[in-house]
């Protein structure tokens, strides 16, 4: 009796971790919206559900506050990818925008960046390089000894808009 219990119990633990998976990795989106034309019923009608299938972390922002806005159009620029509908995902390097849009792509999108391993918070990036930073080149020894050179750290969290506005705003400095 006692190895007809341990061997259902084996057989009921390597069913249940073959259901189980130990690797859940994570997509992060942002999701730019208006109140004042639909609000989050993408978010309620199509990402939540997906979420419910997926890892997926969403934070979500109203452009109808200024610095949501201008954050939103500096993704766009940075993303090359301008003039989109709302509400408007931003997910990896890409930007989906319009309700039609999102419901079409953002479905597949999730599922290759899962295999992928995940994705990071979209970022800010300088233009025409794949590293994030300001410094457009090495300062000469020219530009050493000129004083014209501040040396500054910024320390950041990546994901946070409110860090990734103020590295849009570091870069008019350079």
């Not at 942002?30 to 309620?44: A, H, W």
Request: hydrophobic share 40%; with cysteine.
């Amino acid at each position: 009796m006692k190895r007809v219990w341990i061997l259902g119990f084996i057989l009921f633990l390597i069913v249940f971790l073959s259901q189980v998976s130990f690797s859940k990795v994570s997509v992060k989106l942002y999701l730019f919206y208006s109140e004042k034309i639909g609000g989050l019923k993408i978010e309620k009608e199509f990402i939540e559900p997906l979420s419910r299938k997926n890892s997926l972390e969403i934070q979500s922002f109203s452009v109808d506050q200024l610095r949501n806005y201008d954050l939103l159009i500096k993704f766009e620029k940075g993303l090359r990818d301008e003039d989109n509908d709302l509400p408007i995902v931003i997910i990896g390097d890409k930007i989906l925008g319009g309700e039609a849009e999102i419901r079409k792509e953002l479905e597949g999108l999730v599922r290759d960046y899962s295999e992928k391993g995940g994705t990071a918070w979209p970022s800010l990036r300088v233009e025409g390089t794949e590293e994030e930073g300001w410094i457009p080149r090495a300062p000469t020894e020219e530009d050493k000894k000129s004083d014209k050179i501040s040396y500054a750290a910024f320390l950041y969290m990546p994901g946070c808009l409110h860090c990734e506005e103020m590295k849009a705003e570091m870069k008019k400095w350079t």
